[in-house]
């Protein structure tokens, strides 16, 4: 079945810092991938998706690129701002039921 | 305003209670969702809906029920709470299969 592996946490950085937040999958065919982010007390929002291999996914000075030839998503900021604290979740979509299947999520916190 | 809106809040129940959990979406999306969210395990699909009255179990499903007679309506019952039910639930809606989800602001349920 699916599944996806991302880094354990918790991530501390200093604002400015460069984030990286590594993410693996495992699926069958060709899976739709995406971040979510959830700040405290929220619901999870979608931060960015690509759907198809070597597509960049950009939001808010985020990015992850679709690697197929190393199952890979990673979750990169140039700089983070401590308004980056927050849960990051890694998910993918495919097969039938389109049910998104989540890895455990980082959770970042960014100091001033 | 449009969106995705999950009631209670909050919700402080009794082990063998019934409680019913809402959501409701105003973009009348096709797809719906139920995940629960549990420390070391993310989030964890329950039951999903790809239109009014079809439903399909998830990863999770024992010891819930959902309906679907409205579009914008995708309740989540709980016939008889155990503790092991104590979770964050998250609804979530999407417009086809594979497109992003959208996810409410959650539910906390306590079961004592």
């Known amino acids: 079945g699916n599944s996806v592996t991302q880094m354990e946490g918790p991530v501390t950085l200093s604002e400015e810092a460069f984030l990286t937040i590594n993410c693996t999958y495992t699926?069958?065919?060709?899976?739709?991938l995406f971040w979510y982010v959830q700040y405290p007390g929220e619901g999870l929002q979608l931060l960015l998706k690509?759907?198809?291999?070597?597509d960049k996914g950009s939001n808010k000075g985020f990015e992850a690129t679709y690697r197929k030839e190393t199952t890979s998503f990673h979750l990169e900021k140039g700089s983070v701002q401590v308004s980056d604290s927050a849960v990051y979740f890694c998910?993918?979509?495919?097969?039938?039921?389109?049910?998104?299947?989540f890895g455990k999520g980082t959770l970042l916190t960014v100091n001033p | 305003d449009a969106g995705i809106t999950q009631s209670p809040r909050y919700k402080i129940t009794e082990t063998g209670r019934q409680v019913t959990l809402m959501c409701h979406q105003t973009w009348s999306h096709s797809y719906m969702f139920w995940y629960r969210q549990d420390l070391g395990h993310g989030l964890r699909l329950i039951y999903y809906?790809?239109?009014?009255?079809?439903?399909d179990k998830g990863e999770v499903p024992d010891g819930y029920v959902v309906s679907r007679s409205k579009t914008e309506n995708f309740p989540l019952t709980l016939e008889s709470a155990t503790r092991s039910q104590t979770s964050v639930y998250f609804c979530?809606?999407?417009?086809?299969?594979?497109?992003?989800?959208?996810f409410g602001d959650g539910t906390r349920l306590s079961i004592l």
């Open positions: 998910a993918l979509s495919g097969g039938s039921n389109y049910k998104l299947t």
């Open positions: 690509a759907t198809k291999a070597d």
């Open positions: 699926a069958t065919g060709y899976p739709s």
């Open positions: 979530a809606s999407s417009e086809t299969g594979n497109q992003p989800q959208h």
């Open positions: 809906s790809a239109a009014a009255d079809i439903t």
